[in-house]
């Protein structure tokens, strides 16, 4: 019981930082469940956000992957509900008084100044992730070959990460 | 067009007009969304959808949605489905979309969970390689996501700025996400704060300041 409490009040603070995406709160992420909760290993973590971004949907939904690890059904519920609901109650209200707010001059300026902001928060995330995942030649030539495929043409991500995984059993064994 | 009991002449829908939406047609379509949508970009899914398939949104309401949830702290693919699911059916539709959008990927990862935790053996090392894989893509799947954002988006030495003191403040002084997001997040929209707009020349001014700084 004190652990679904836990992982809900976890989750529930994770979600308010997920500015621009869910990169943003990976710094906090990894703090949170593997140096604070030990809910799972470092490795365990990168592993599951990675098969995040093969999920379809939300890939945040990575979170119901560490609630089951931690607390089984009722931690992959607790879990994804913690990480949904309360940003999306902020984001329903906001919806519904987003017309009044358009003559408040404030608007502009935080929708201005949030996105640098948002991008330099998902910068960070990404160096932390890609400390713990980019080690030797081999995932370091996938990243870049990744990254500039994507840049440059239109193919589905989805493939890519399947050839990662491919690259994976063939060189990381 | 107002009467629904009608069935409408079928696909001659080239006027702009919108199409009316039902509660299951909604949780249906964001369902499909939900369960297909591999690979990241939900936002460009749901425009296909949204706008193109079912003409529930033109582009210039659809834009408006994308920009609030830019803003707000939430997914993309969530706070769109929330803030669509109300304009079209109200509170109940925007539980209907989030639903919809969200119980698929829950499942996967659910399962995705329960058998990555149950390995043993000798599959244990065929896994791990593989998710070893995986993640070195993610890495630069992401970074291509964000590069192409910064690339449209960044302006100027303030963005710089903004986007440098949140990846120092974080990887190297080591503070935590909050402590960035609110210190770095207050700076930055108080740069961008309201101006009288009576006042361009001092604006320029500043700007000469600022590009004299370089």
């Given at each position: 019981?004190?652990?679904?409490?836990?992982?809900?009040?976890?989750?529930?603070?994770?979600?308010?930082?997920?500015?621009?995406?869910?990169?943003?709160?990976?710094?906090?992420?990894?703090?949170?469940?593997?140096?604070?909760?030990?809910?799972?290993?470092?490795?365990?973590?990168?592993?599951?956000?990675?098969?995040?971004?093969?999920?379809?949907?939300?890939?945040?939904?990575?979170?119901?992957?560490?609630?089951?690890?931690?607390?089984?059904?009722?931690?992959?519920?607790?879990?994804?509900?913690?990480?949904?609901?309360?940003?999306?109650?902020?984001?329903?209200?906001?919806?519904?008084?987003?017309?009044?707010?358009?003559?408040?001059?404030?608007?502009?300026?935080?929708?201005?100044?949030?996105?640098?902001?948002?991008?330099?928060?998902?910068?960070?995330?990404?160096?932390?992730?890609?400390?713990?995942?980019?080690?030797?030649?081999?995932?370091?030539?996938?990243?870049?070959?990744?990254?500039?495929?994507?840049?440059?043409?239109?193919?589905?991500?989805?493939?890519?990460?399947?050839?990662?995984?491919?690259?994976?059993?063939?060189?990381?064994? | 067009?107002?009467?629904?009991?009608?069935?409408?002449?079928?696909?001659?829908?080239?006027?702009?007009?919108?199409?009316?939406?039902?509660?299951?047609?909604?949780?249906?379509?964001?369902?499909?969304?939900?369960?297909?949508?591999?690979?990241?970009?939900?936002?460009?899914?749901?425009?296909?959808?949204?706008?193109?398939?079912?003409?529930?949104?033109?582009?210039?309401?659809?834009?408006?949605?994308?920009?609030?949830?830019?803003?707000?702290?939430?997914?993309?693919?969530?706070?769109?489905?929330?803030?669509?699911?109300?304009?079209?059916?109200?509170?109940?539709?925007?539980?209907?979309?989030?639903?919809?959008?969200?119980?698929?990927?829950?499942?996967?990862?659910?399962?995705?969970?329960?058998?990555?935790?149950?390995?043993?053996?000798?599959?244990?090392?065929?896994?791990?390689?593989?998710?070893?894989?995986?993640?070195?893509?993610?890495?630069?799947?992401?970074?291509?996501?964000?590069?192409?954002?910064?690339?449209?988006?960044?302006?100027?030495?303030?963005?710089?700025?903004?986007?440098?003191?949140?990846?120092?403040?974080?990887?190297?002084?080591?503070?935590?996400?909050?402590?960035?997001?609110l210190a770095v997040g207050a700076v930055a929209i108080f740069?961008?704060?309201?101006?009288?707009?009576?006042?361009?020349?001092?604006?320029?001014?500043?700007?000469?300041?600022?590009?004299?700084?370089?």
């Amino acid at each position: 019981m004190d652990q679904l409490a836990a992982i809900a009040g976890v989750f529930a603070y994770l979600s308010l930082l997920t500015i621009g995406g869910g990169m943003a709160a990976y710094p906090a992420m990894k703090t949170m469940v593997v140096d604070v909760h030990h809910w799972v290993t470092n490795d365990q973590l990168v592993h599951i956000y990675s098969v995040g971004q093969m999920s379809p949907g939300p890939n945040m939904m990575m979170v119901a992957g560490l609630g089951v690890m931690t607390a089984w059904l009722p931690g992959a519920a607790i879990a994804a509900l913690a990480f949904f609901v309360p940003t999306g109650i902020l984001t329903f209200v906001v919806g519904r008084i987003w017309n009044r707010l358009a003559n408040w001059p404030w608007r502009d300026s935080i929708q201005r100044g949030l996105g640098p902001v948002a991008i330099g928060l998902a910068v960070a995330g990404l160096l932390t992730f890609g400390r713990s995942s980019i080690h030797g030649w081999v995932t370091l030539a996938v990243a870049l070959i990744v990254f500039f495929v994507t840049v440059r043409t239109k193919v589905n991500p989805a493939l890519l990460i399947l050839g990662g995984a491919f690259v994976g059993v063939i060189a990381l064994r | 067009m107002s009467d629904a009991a009608i069935p409408a002449p079928a696909p001659q829908a080239a006027a702009p007009e919108r199409n009316r939406a039902g509660l299951l047609d909604v949780f249906l379509t964001f369902l499909q969304i939900g369960a297909t949508s591999f690979g990241g970009g939900v936002v460009a899914y749901l425009r296909s959808a949204l706008v193109g398939k079912k003409k529930w949104f033109d582009d210039v309401e659809f834009l408006e949605l994308t920009s609030i949830s830019n803003t707000l702290p939430g997914l993309n693919a969530t706070n769109m489905s929330i803030l669509a699911g109300d304009r079209l059916c109200g509170t109940a539709g925007s539980i209907a979309a989030m639903l919809g959008m969200c119980l698929p990927a829950f499942v996967f990862m659910t399962v995705a969970g329960i058998l990555y935790g149950a390995q043993h053996g000798s599959s244990r090392h065929i896994v791990t390689a593989a998710l070893a894989g995986v993640a070195a893509a993610a890495v630069g799947l992401i970074a291509a996501t964000w590069y192409q954002i910064g690339k449209k988006s960044v302006k100027g030495f303030y963005d710089a700025f903004f986007i440098l003191a949140a990846v120092l403040g974080i990887n190297h002084f080591k503070f935590s996400v909050p402590e960035v997001l609110l210190a770095v997040g207050a700076v930055a929209i108080f740069a961008y704060r309201p101006r009288p707009p009576q006042k361009p020349p001092e604006e320029e001014s500043e700007e000469q300041w600022i590009s004299s700084l370089r």
